[in-house]
């Protein structure tokens, strides 16, 4: 049995998935809030014009594609705050927590910058109509102003979990939430004096969300009694660039990896384009809830970085390779239900977000696609996520390439706008690469994650052998 699963009690097994699930499901909670809010952009959006939700698909396609990948770089603290906690070394953990949140700055800041340098070239590549780009690159902007705070809040996401409190996590994400609705409808609309900037509105209310975010969870972290001992305030020195360079190491195959996932959707949502409004917006729309659901594998990916780093950092491979095997199967679980919701709630599910009839009946069969996927990206995500616990990320950040570049984006284009194998079958081409990609990714990352296992914890027993 996978991970020799077989070889442990069932009640072992089920006292570690309890184990997971109560970190996994609050940071679940929080990481759907927060996508939540794309839901949001796009259903209020929809509301104004068919337009209007095509700009704020464009725009949310490019600032998802910065954020995601930038999120994975400093993504890298998870593993890294983890192996400290799990080896006992406080004074490390502390250090590092706090250069953290110097390194979240700096690279929201880059990612602004890069965002708002990109909108000249965007305007000339994508071939809308001028009001649709205008809106787009308004929508960008405002995202950017928020893209510091951003990377700042998942610095603090990274120091929360690792100490096994995403309670506060959880909180946060949904006050932002429950903002970023009045926030959207003021800027939309133009109400108290603010300008009417109709979709592109939506962009600006995210960036104060960030804002809100990052401060709302600082201050909670540095108020609350349980972290006492570690609080980042007293550890917040100048910038430290050779714990900087260590960031980098594990950090950029990491945010390659996710760079490459999220900018397989994001080249398709440029790619087609052409194909009009109605296929834009019906491909963001399926792609948002493909993102909400796809929250439940990322948290538990989350949760496993964390637990198996612990494991790792004090040296016990043993229980590492047991936490990975168990993680797998309550995200697998997830998964499946997940998969039968989508195939049962297709229409329901499309008329949330637009009334328009073309958008129902084509996303009601994107969604097909989206459902058959949910096992194999679930798989491809958690081992993935157990990996980074070993900080593994250079083998991964290849096979995510391969299959999202190479196979996912290269055929594609070939199906999708090409007769070269088939009569050329549009967004549904792509998005019929998109379920092989993912199920290539699963197949070797679930490998690989069981052959390093492996082979950590064989060295381990030889070592104790010779001593």
Request: glycine residues 8%; proline residues 4%.
């Given at each position: 049995?996978?991970?020799?699963?077989?070889?442990?009690?069932?009640?072992?097994?089920?006292?570690?998935?309890?184990?997971?699930?109560?970190?996994?499901?609050?940071?679940?909670?929080?990481?759907?809030?927060?996508v939540?809010?794309?839901?949001v952009?796009?259903?209020?959006?929809?509301?104004?014009?068919?337009?209007d939700?095509?700009?704020?698909?464009?725009?949310?396609?490019?600032?998802?594609?910065?954020?995601?990948?930038?999120?994975?770089v400093?993504?890298?603290?998870?593993?890294?705050?983890?192996?400290?906690l799990?080896?006992?070394?406080k004074?490390?953990?502390?250090r590092?927590?706090?250069?953290?949140?110097?390194?979240?700055?700096?690279?929201?800041?880059?990612?602004?910058?890069?965002?708002?340098?990109?909108e000249?070239?965007?305007?000339?590549?994508?071939?809308?109509?001028?009001?649709?780009?205008?809106?787009?690159?308004?929508?960008?902007?405002?995202?950017?102003?928020?893209?510091?705070?951003?990377?700042?809040?998942?610095?603090?996401h990274?120091?929360a979990?690792?100490?096994?409190?995403?309670?506060?996590?959880?909180?946060?994400?949904?006050?932002?939430?429950?903002?970023?609705?009045?926030?959207?409808?003021?800027?939309?609309?133009?109400?108290?004096?603010?300008?009417?900037?109709?979709?592109?509105?939506?962009?600006?209310?995210?960036?104060?969300?960030?804002?809100?975010?990052?401060l709302?969870?600082?201050?909670?972290v540095?108020?609350?009694r349980?972290?006492?001992?570690?609080?980042?305030?007293p550890?917040?020195?100048?910038?430290?660039?050779?714990?900087?360079?260590?960031?980098?190491?594990?950090?950029?195959?990491?945010?390659?990896?996710?760079?490459?996932e999220?900018?397989?959707?994001?080249?398709?949502?440029?790619?087609?384009?052409?194909?009009?409004?109605v296929?834009?917006?019906t491909?963001?729309?399926?792609?948002?809830?493909?993102?909400?659901?796809?929250?439940?594998?990322q948290?538990?990916?989350t949760?496993?970085?964390?637990?198996?780093?612990?494991?790792?950092?004090?040296?016990?491979?043993?229980?590492?390779?047991?936490?990975?095997?168990?993680?797998?199967?309550?995200?697998?679980?997830?998964?499946?239900?997940?998969?039968?919701?989508v195939?049962?709630?297709?229409?329901?599910?499309?008329?949330m977000?637009?009334?328009?009839?073309?958008?129902?009946?084509?996303?009601?069969?994107l969604?097909l696609?989206?459902?058959?996927?949910?096992?194999?990206?679930?798989?491809?995500?958690?081992?993935?996520?157990?990996?980074?616990?070993?900080?593994?990320?250079?083998?991964?950040?290849?096979?995510?390439?391969?299959?999202?570049?190479?196979?996912?984006?290269?055929?594609?284009i070939?199906?999708?706008?090409?007769d070269?194998?088939?009569?050329?079958?549009?967004?549904?081409?792509f998005?019929t690469?998109?379920?092989?990609s993912?199920?290539?990714?699963?197949?070797?990352?679930?490998?690989?994650?069981?052959?390093?296992?492996?082979s950590?914890l064989r060295?381990?027993?030889?070592?104790?052998?010779l001593?």
């Amino acid at each position: 049995m996978l991970f020799e699963l077989n070889q442990a009690s069932r009640a072992d097994i089920l006292r570690e998935a309890r184990q997971i699930s109560r970190l996994a499901l609050p940071m679940m909670v929080a990481q759907i809030a927060q996508v939540a809010t794309g839901f949001v952009d796009t259903v209020m959006s929809s509301r104004v014009s068919t337009d209007d939700l095509a700009a704020v698909s464009l725009g949310a396609s490019v600032f998802i594609t910065v954020y995601v990948t930038l999120m994975g770089v400093v993504t890298a603290l998870n593993p890294i705050l983890s192996h400290h906690l799990g080896a006992g070394d406080k004074r490390a953990f502390c250090r590092d927590s706090a250069q953290g949140m110097w390194f979240g700055l700096l690279l929201g800041i880059l990612g602004g910058a890069l965002m708002i340098l990109s909108e000249p070239v965007l305007h000339r590549l994508i071939n809308l109509p001028t009001p649709v780009i205008d809106k787009m690159v308004l929508f960008i902007t405002g995202a950017a102003l928020g893209m510091p705070a951003a990377m700042m809040h998942r610095a603090l996401h990274a120091y929360a979990s690792s100490l096994g409190h995403p309670k506060a996590i959880m909180v946060v994400s949904l006050l932002a939430l429950a903002l970023n609705i009045p926030l959207n409808y003021i800027l939309i609309h133009g109400l108290f004096g603010m300008p009417q900037m109709g979709g592109a509105g939506c962009g600006w209310a995210t960036g104060a969300v960030f804002w809100f975010n990052c401060l709302a969870l600082f201050a909670y972290v540095s108020w609350q009694r349980k972290f006492r001992d570690v609080r980042i305030l007293p550890h917040l020195s100048r910038p430290d660039w050779t714990r900087f360079r260590a960031f980098l190491k594990l950090g950029v195959p990491i945010g390659l990896s996710f760079f490459v996932e999220v900018s397989l959707f994001s080249f398709i949502a440029l790619l087609i384009a052409e194909l009009g409004t109605v296929v834009v917006a019906t491909h963001q729309s399926v792609l948002n809830f493909s993102s909400i659901i796809y929250m439940l594998p990322q948290s538990v990916a989350t949760a496993m970085s964390v637990r198996v780093g612990h494991h790792v950092g004090a040296g016990d491979y043993k229980a590492a390779r047991f936490i990975s095997g168990v993680g797998l199967l309550v995200g697998l679980a997830m998964a499946f239900f997940a998969m039968i919701m989508v195939l049962l709630l297709r229409e329901p599910i499309m008329r949330m977000y637009s009334p328009d009839p073309r958008v129902i009946a084509m996303g009601s069969t994107l969604l097909l696609f989206a459902a058959v996927y949910q096992l194999t990206d679930a798989a491809q995500t958690i081992a993935s996520g157990a990996l980074r616990g070993y900080k593994l990320t250079t083998i991964p950040m290849v096979i995510h390439i391969a299959s999202f570049w190479v196979l996912g984006l290269g055929l594609g284009i070939v199906l999708g706008l090409t007769d070269w194998i088939a009569p050329r079958m549009g967004v549904f081409g792509f998005w019929t690469a998109l379920v092989l990609s993912l199920s290539v990714a699963a197949l070797f990352l679930t490998y690989y994650l069981a052959r390093a296992s492996r082979s950590r914890l064989r060295r381990q027993s030889a070592l104790g052998k010779l001593s």
